[in-house]
């Protein structure tokens, strides 16, 4: 799945990384564009995408960069005039989404195993040891229970699903 021109004249002027733009620029947004469609529609990994996009880390980390800003669900709102590019970029924009869920509860998991030894080290030591640490277990259960009834999944309200092939 490529875009074509005329896809391309109007998601051109909405993309960052243009030469002009403060900060790096992009060295072939369209070529970007295309390697992200390529991975969204074939749902494969990253790594197999094919040499024609070049090095796979490449796309991969622009890719992971303008989701987290937010960038993904801005082009799909902007473009609906054009169902059929509105329908690529809701694609790109429900993979990104689920690129950062997966990235926060990678991160709830590491919290959490680090509080569960904390409390297990904590559980081994001595008396004289935990009177040291009062304060400190204190806060680290409550930052455990804290991380674990915040595990809500998280959901994209604007997208409508149903338009996603």
Known sequence: MKLRDDQWEKLEPLLVGKPGDPGA????????????????????????????FGKWT?????????GECGLWRQLAETVSDDP???????RIAVLSHSYITRAQQKLRRRA???????MLDEANSTPA??????????DSTLHFVGLVSDCTPCVLPDLPRHAIK
């Open 112 to 118: 959490n195993k680090q509080a569960h030894r904390a």
């Open 58 to 66: 490449t796309p991969y980390m622009r890719f992971r960069r303008w």
């Open 84 to 90: 059929e590019l509105l329908c690529k970029m809701q």
């Open 129 to 138: 040891q935990i009177a040291g640490l009062t304060q400190v277990s204190a």
């Open 25 to 52: 620029s992009g060295r072939n947004n369209r070529q970007f564009i295309d390697a992200v469609l390529f991975i969204a529609s074939r749902k494969i990994k990253w790594s197999s995408l094919p040499p024609e």
